[in-house]
């Protein structure tokens, strides 16, 4: 019985038939060729057209050619931790910076406002505030401070994080230390 079952399947799959099924077995036939084509050519093999980039806050500076002189813009270490970077996006400017805390210790969650040239002491950490600014109305709502984030331990040391943390993008900008973490709330 068996044999003659195999047998029947055999002789559906070698006659063209879709399928077959005989008893207890069941005969799948063979996948259908593969036809493949190559792709067609580029339209132009000329470069691409450049793309602008979406409107930003900060845009980044060419690096500097080894060999050629810093442009003369460019700050000393002395003033740095005073300023922040100007620019000239259209954001308005606020005065005082609103801060989300998040204590990972115990789970607690505070807000703490500075003002701009403003410090403040959040757990084991110190933050300065040089900047902060608002995206204008008619613009989706926005803001973006800029900070410098230091160990009460070791002012004088570098900082954990000197630069501009966004509210639409919290990810991006992760700051803080073990205990404590920083995220844009406003600007006002």
Same mark, same amino acid.
């Given at each position: ?12 799959? $070698?006659g063209? +038939? ?6 207890? *077995?069941? /005969? ?5 060729p ?6 067609? +050519?580029? $339209?132009? /093999? ?25 442009? +003369?813009?460019?700050?000393? =270490?002395?003033?740095? /931790?005073?300023? *922040?970077p !100007? ?13 989300? !805390?998040?204590?990972?210790? =115990?789970g607690?969650?505070? @807000? ?7 410090q403040?002491?959040? &757990?084991?950490? @110190?933050?300065s505030?040089?900047? %902060?600014?608002?995206?204008? /109305?008619?613009?989706?709502?926005? $803001?973006?401070?800029?900070?410098? !984030? ?12 000197? &630069?501009?943390? !966004? ?9 803080? =230390? $073990? &205990? ?5 709330? &406003? %600007?006002s």
């Open positions: 019985m068996r044999l003659r079952t195999t047998t029947a399947v055999l002789a559906l799959l $070698a063209g +038939a879709a399928w077959g099924q005989t008893g207890s *077995a069941v /005969a799948v036939p063979p996948p259908p593969i036809v493949s084509a190559p792709l067609p +050519a580029p $339209a132009s /093999a000329a470069a691409p057209a450049p793309v602008t980039p979406p409107p930003g806050l900060v845009q980044a500076q060419p690096p500097v050619s080894p060999g050629s002189q810093a442009p +003369a813009s460019a700050a000393s =270490d002395s003033n740095m /931790a005073d300023t *922040a !100007v620019i000239s996006s259209g954001w308005t400017p606020g005065k005082t910076a609103l801060l989300g !805390v998040l204590d990972k210790v =115990d607690s969650t505070a @807000q703490v406002s500075i003002p701009v040239g403003g403040a002491n959040v &757990g084991d950490l @110190q933050v505030v040089q900047s %902060c600014l608002i995206r204008p /109305a008619g613009q989706l709502p926005d $803001a973006a401070i800029f900070l410098t !984030v230091e160990p009460l331990a070791n002012i004088s040391g570098p900082p954990l994080f000197r &630069g501009w943390m !966004v509210r639409s993008t919290p990810g991006a900008t992760v700051v803080g =230390d $073990a &205990g404590e973490t920083f995220r844009v709330i &406003g %600007c």
